[in-house]
């Protein structure tokens, strides 16, 4: 009587390893998937923290009719890789600069902070966030509100006779 010995056939095992490797590879490719998201999800959550902190502070001062207080500064940066420029909301009665909002070209493309409107309450206010350089793939977004300063809004009422 002969024996057969238990184990697997060489088809199986390659089979097994074709359907391991798929496997496999969709892992991997759920994983650099899940990363690219969190990497702009954090990308997207930076410029809106930027943006929540610089909108806040810029409104607090154009209410108490202090808005001209901020500038956008260009800021030059030089390390190993090369010089890059910012625009940076700057206190400028204090010489401090607030946040970084956006890299751009040169140095001559941060825009003017506010516009006076015509009516003498209210200030157009632009702010470039993100990477604002040309031939970068990525995003450079352009907010603009307006502030109303609460003393000019806001006038006493004459008495009517």
């Known amino acids: 009587m002969q024996q057969r010995q238990g184990g697997f056939t060489l088809v199986e095992l390659m089979v097994a390893m074709a359907i391991g490797t798929v496997i496999i590879l969709g892992a991997g490719q ?5 990363f690219q998201t969190f990497q702009t999800v954090d990308k997207v959550s930076r410029k809106q923290e930027t ?4 909108v806040s502070t810029l409104t607090e001062a154009g209410r108490k009719g202090k808005i001209g207080d901020y500038a956008i500064i ?3 940066r030089s390390s190993e890789s090369g010089t890059r420029h910012y625009c940076v909301l700057q206190n400028e009665d204090k010489s401090q600069p607030i946040v970084d909002l ?7 493309a941060c825009p003017t902070l506010s516009e006076a ?4 309450v209210s200030h157009t206010v632009t702010l470039p966030i993100g990477d604002c350089r040309e031939g970068v793939d990525a995003t450079c977004d352009q907010i603009t509100f307006t502030i109303s300063e609460r003393n000019k809004a806001i006038s006493p009422e004459e008495p009517t006779s």
């Open 30 to 34: 759920l994983f650099l998937t899940t």
């Open 51 to 54: 943006l929540i902190f610089a």
């Open 74 to 76: 260009s800021d030059e």
């Open 102 to 108: 956006a890299q751009v070209d040169e140095e001559t």
């Open 117 to 120: 409107s015509g009516d003498g």
